[in-house]
Structures are given as C-alpha cells and as structure tokens.
C-alpha cells in the first residue's frame, strides 16, 4: 500500500475504454474551474459576459493546439485564467472616454482585445527566449525561485476549495473521502479515477439529499436544474469578435507579466509530477508560445484568457497515468460539450461542495510539489540569501489576496499576488550574491535522476 505505483506512459496499454475514463476525470477536474470564471466575469458585466460554450469551446481548442505546439510531450490541460478577472472587473467599471455611456455589451469585446495582445506578450518572450537561449533565461529561474512560487499555487488555491466545501461540507467530505478511498484501497480501473468516482459516487449522494430535502448551508437547494430545463440540445456557440483599445489593452495586457511566471512555474511544476524536463525538451519557448497563442485565440473570439491548470497536475500525480493523449480526450470532450447548452448546465449543476472537496486533494498536490521540488534539487536552505528569497515568495505570494493596485496614466492595473512573488523573488535571486544552482550541472544530474526513477518504476 505505501509502494508507489508505477507511472503509465502510454495509456493504450490499458485499452481503449479506460482511455475515454481517463480523459472523462481530466474533463471534470478542470470543468468547475473553467466555468467559473465566466460566471464571475458576467457579475461584472450584469449578465452581458462571456459565454459558458464558447469558454469551452476555448479550453479545448487552445488545449490541443498547444498540444500541436509542444509536439504532443506536455500533458497540461488550458483552462480559463483567473488572473485576468481584476482586469474584466476593471473594464466593466470604465466611464470615462470611449466607454462613458458605453453598455456593458460593447465593453467586453474591448477586454477580450486586451486578452488578444497580453496572448502575444507570451509569443514576444518565447521567441526571445528562442534566440537568447533556455540556458540564460533559468539562471533567473532556479528551484529556490520556482519551488516557493509553485507552493504558492496551491495555497493560494486553498481558500477556494474551503469556500466550495463549506456550501455543504457533508457532500464535500464524502467527494473527499472517496477519492482517498480509490486512490488508496482501489484495484484496477478504479485505481487510476479516484476524481472521476469522487464525482460520481458525491453526485449520486447530492441527487439523494435533494430528495429527502437538505439543502446547503446558505438554505439554497443542493441541485437547482431549472437552466437544464431551459436550455436547448445543441446550439453553437456564440462567438464574437473582439475590439482593441489602448486604455483596454494598459490594463489587460500587464497581467501577462504574471501569468508568464506561473506559466513557468505550472510548467516546472508538470515535469516535476512526471519526472521530466519539458523547460528543455519541448523547450519553454514552445510551451510559452503555445500559452500565448491559445490566450490570443480565446480572446479573438470572444473568451477568456487560457493557462495551464494545477488541477490537472493534481489528477496526473493521483493517476499516475502521464500520457499527453489522455488530457487531449478531455480536450475533445470539452468541444463537444460546447456545443451542448444542456449538457453543459447539466455538469455546470455540480454542486459547489463536490468541487470543494475534491480541491482539498488536487490544491494540496501542488503545493506538495512545489516542495518537491525544492528538495529534489537539494536547495541548501542553510545559506541566508535562499532563505530570504523563500520567505519573500512565500509571504508575498500568500499575503496579497487582492493582488496590488496602482494607476498608469489614469488607468488601474492590478498585478496578482502570484505575479508580485514572481518578480520579486526572480528580483533578490539577481541581486544577491551567490551562486549555488547552475541550470546545465543541475540538468544533467536531473536526468540521471530521472533514469534511475525510470529503472526503479519498471521493476
């Protein structure tokens, strides 16, 4: 039972059948997340935000083309950003200028431009990486900069799945319980889709408590399907083309410094999960461009900003099935679903609770990750310098809920606390003497590390 179990590469070799589960649990872990933020963005907007179908259709198209840039090597899913929803908020509030008496309607498309141009801010920085190097880029990057600010994704996720669980802790303590459960004590099949039984098995006890009458802590009903009734089988999506505006784009543009370094960090945070090196092979100057020209692509249509999502990293550490083509079937089954209004309120009618407690496993898996990290690449925490720039990551990183706000001629940008971490700890490593992480010597004993993982998993 403490024997950990050996990472599967190729899923074919289960067969068929549990490939599309497998793709199923990858769909669900990302769903509540990818709609969320559209809801979020029509508070602001009072109703005339984005749509639910085309944020689908845009986490699946920009999944498999970044798949395509990547050559099929990174099994990371993109899901809408929520770093981006200071700027939305931002935008929506605009009355000065173009936007005064402007509707809320024709405010958005602005936004979405702004998602535009910060999609190619990442094609800008991947190319220069291209021309300058990996190799001169990581030496801004090392582990006692990257391991912190991967800490800091999944805690900075924690207050979410605690917000979701409390709506009804006695569903989420079950999706909770389950997925331990199979993760744990389950054999075969089960084994490798403790999050997909998690949903199942809570979904069928929030059927079951809906009926006896309980409802949530807030007295609202546990399931509510009146938009299923109401929505139609199938209908396209409801595209639209975005517009472009300076004032717009000074404030969404910015918000890709941040995105940016989670993207690394997200990307160092997959290869430390399945014991590879994709900031060098694919390169992350693929990786960045394939996040940049998935963002710019949602954002030309009409939908949110994409990034790679933790709670799929969550998903590949509890499954230990590695294999790219599997997120690429969740891919396609979050394209399908957009073209189905009714489905996707159908699975948009999971209950809050469930998504809690099947957070507490996936959040809590990156932040472990990060620390991983941190000691895999043997971070001498005994010197001063490593010690500070942790601290500052972490209380920086953890200690701006709200992000921070100024004003550049005239215009609010808000710079996340995941950003703020970013830059000031890549910042002091610059500044501070000392030189103990060199990326090539590390690489090369990374990858007879990796060998000898590789040796150990195969007996």
């Known amino acids: ?70 050559k099929g090597k990174v099994p990371a899913f993109l899901g809408s950003s929520f770093a981006f929803l200071g700027g939305f908020a931002t935008i929506a509030s605009l009355n000065t200028g173009i936007y005064k008496n402007m509707s809320m309607a024709d405010k958005l498309p ?24 990996i190799k001169k880029v990581m030496k801004f990057l090392p582990p006692v900069v990257t391991g912190p600010i991967i800490i800091c994704i999944g805690l900075s996720l924690a207050p979410s799945a605690i917000n979701n669980a409390k709506t009804c802790w006695p569903l989420a303590l079950i999706a909770l319980g389950v997925v331990i459960f199979f993760n744990i004590w389950g054999k075969g099949i089960f084994k490798i889709i403790p999050i997909l039984m998690g949903v199942i098995i809570a979904y069928a006890c929030a059927l079951i408590f809906n009926q006896l009458g309980m409802t ?32 717009a784009i000074l404030v969404m543009a910015p918000i890709s410094l941040a995105t940016m370094m989670e993207h690394v960090g997200d990307i160092s945070s997959i290869s430390a999960t399945v014991d590879g090196n994709f900031i060098e092979d694919p390169g992350l100057h693929r990786t960045l461009f394939g996040d940049g020209l998935a963002t710019a692509l949602a954002g030309l249509i009409g939908g949110p900003a994409n990034t790679t999502y933790g709670e799929n990293t969550g998903v590949l550490e509890l499954s230990r099935v590695h294999d790219p083509r599997v997120i690429r079937l969740a891919a396609i089954y979050a394209i399908v679903l957009s073209f189905s209004p009714k489905f996707a309120d159908l699975i948009g009618s999971l209950p809050a609770s469930i998504i809690g407690g099947i957070s507490f496993i996936l959040y809590g ?8 990290n941190v000691v895999e690449n043997k971070v001498d925490f005994t010197k001063s310098r490593n010690l500070i720039i942790a601290a500052v990551i972490l209380v920086t990183g953890l200690g701006f809920p709200e992000g921070l706000t100024f004003e550049i001629a ?50």
């Open 1 to 70: 039972m403490n024997e950990k179990k050996k990472a599967i590469t190729d899923a074919r070799s289960l067969g068929y059948p549990k490939m599309m589960l497998l793709g199923l649990q990858h769909m669900f872990a990302m769903f509540g997340a990818t709609i969320l933020v559209p809801m979020i963005v029509n508070s602001y907007f009072k109703g005339h935000g984005l749509s639910i179908q085309v944020t689908l259709f845009c986490a699946g198209a920009g999944t498999l083309l970044f798949h395509l840039i990547t």
């Open 365 to 372: 898996m990156i932040s472990a990750i990060g620390v991983r």
């Open 110 to 133: 602005y936004a979405c431009g702004g998602i535009v141009v910060a999609g190619l801010m990442y094609i800008v920085l991947a190319l220069i990486i291209k021309m300058v190097g």
């Open 216 to 247: 949530n802590a807030d007295g609202s009903a546990i399931l509510d399907f009146a938009a299923v009734s109401k929505a139609a089988p199938i209908h396209f999506q409801p595209f639209s083309f975005c517009k472009f505006d300076l004032t």
């Open 410 to 459: 005239g215009t609010s940008i808000t710079l996340t606390a995941l950003a703020l971490a970013a830059i000031f700890g890549i910042a002091l490593n610059a500044i501070l003497p000392a030189k103990d992480y060199e990326y090539t010597e590390n690489y090369d004993r990374d990858i007879k590390k990796f060998e000898t993982l590789a040796e150990i998993n195969n007996k």
